[in-house]
């Protein structure tokens, strides 16, 4: 599990995740937005609560392991 994963904004995660070839699906329900990246042939597609002030570290690594990211593949994005 990568360590010191940081509660970050909203706003901060999505930047991060399209850096990672993520990108903008459409709007969900409420304040969720739905983003989607290919993975082995297959799209994986995760809302993200934009209307959050600030996103926990677990909801943070919950959404990196959704999307199916690594923890070296996580750890490089953050420092980014």
Do not use: T, W
């Amino acid at each position: 599990m990568p360590k010191n994963i940081p509660s970050l904004k909203p706003k901060e995660l999505v930047r991060i995740l399209k850096a990672g070839g993520c990108a903008y699906l459409r709007e969900g329900k409420g304040d969720h937005r739905l983003y989607f990246r290919y993975l082995e042939g297959k799209k994986r597609v995760v809302p993200i609560d934009m209307g959050a002030r600030e996103l926990s570290p677990p909801y943070v690594l919950r959404i990196f392991r959704q999307f199916g990211f690594m923890d070296n593949e996580i750890e490089d994005l953050l420092r980014r």
